[in-house]
């Protein structure tokens, strides 16, 4: 390439800025439960318990209200979002309109490394043990996005990775208050993964989207119990 052709802007390589490690460091403490729905996050304060300037700390709010994870309040402050259970349904309908796809894709091409997702399983099953909430909706995560993370399509892991993060805070704050399934849970994720690593795409597909469909169907009873009129007496 002759430098008449040269990119005006050529490409920068990937860094992690300081409010990118703001960031991180808030979205664990959200989706660990450590930070609380509606509690509101002051920028000074958490800049004193980072070490860091407001600036960064700012940035990183801005960053995680776009993504969901947090909203603005009426004195300009921001809160982590409270999330109802029509919101973690809906966040659930796009998962299985997208994820099932995405892991078919990552089933048919080569050089899927699947130490990732068992290490988190591995890890999810002892949080079911210690009966870790917190512990095991982070393993969950980290397996999900083992899963579709190297989807070619880079559009779909994006997405995907701001809908698990809305699943996270909807799992620690709601669901599993609701339901126990862990242990049926860390079964299929199982079956979803060796289906991902045998390159069965057509049975990974449909193994996630019924992982996925049978927690919709259990947001939508749970939906429908609360706007069930009282018994009369």
């Known amino acids: 390439m002759t430098p008449d052709q040269a990119p005006v802007l050529p490409p920068l390589g990937r860094s992690t800025t300081r409010s990118d490690l703001v960031a991180a460091s808030i979205k664990t403490a959200i989706l660990s439960g450590r930070l609380k729905p509606d509690e509101v996050l002051v920028e000074r304060r958490i800049a004193e318990q980072l070490g860091v300037s407001k600036t960064p700390v700012r940035e990183a709010l801005i ?5 969901g994870l947090l909203t603005p309040t009426r004195s300009r402050g921001v809160a982590v979002r409270r999330l109802r259970a029509e919101d973690v349904l809906r966040i659930y309908e796009m998962r299985a309109l997208v994820e099932p796809w995405a892991a078919a894709q990552v089933a048919v091409a080569d050089g899927f490394d699947a130490s990732e997702a068992r290490q988190a399983l591995d890890d999810a099953a002892r949080f079911v043990e210690a009966d870790d909430q917190a512990g095991l909706s982070l393993a969950n995560r980290r397996f999900h996005r083992s899963l579709y993370s190297t989807c070619p399509n880079t559009l779909v892991v994006s997405t995907l990775d701001d809908l698990q993060d809305l699943t996270a805070l909807g799992t620690v704050s709601l669901l599993w208050e609701q339901w126990p399934t862990w242990r049926d849970e860390v ?16 049975d990974a597909e449909h193994l996630l989207r019924s992982h996925i469909e049978r927690s919709i169907g259990r947001l939508r009873a749970a939906r429908d119990r609360a706007v069930e009129p009282a018994p009369a007496g």
């Open 63 to 67: 960053s995680l209200t776009s993504s």
């Open 187 to 202: 079964q299929e994720h199982r079956d979803v993964l060796a289906a991902v690593t045998e390159h069965r795409a057509a």
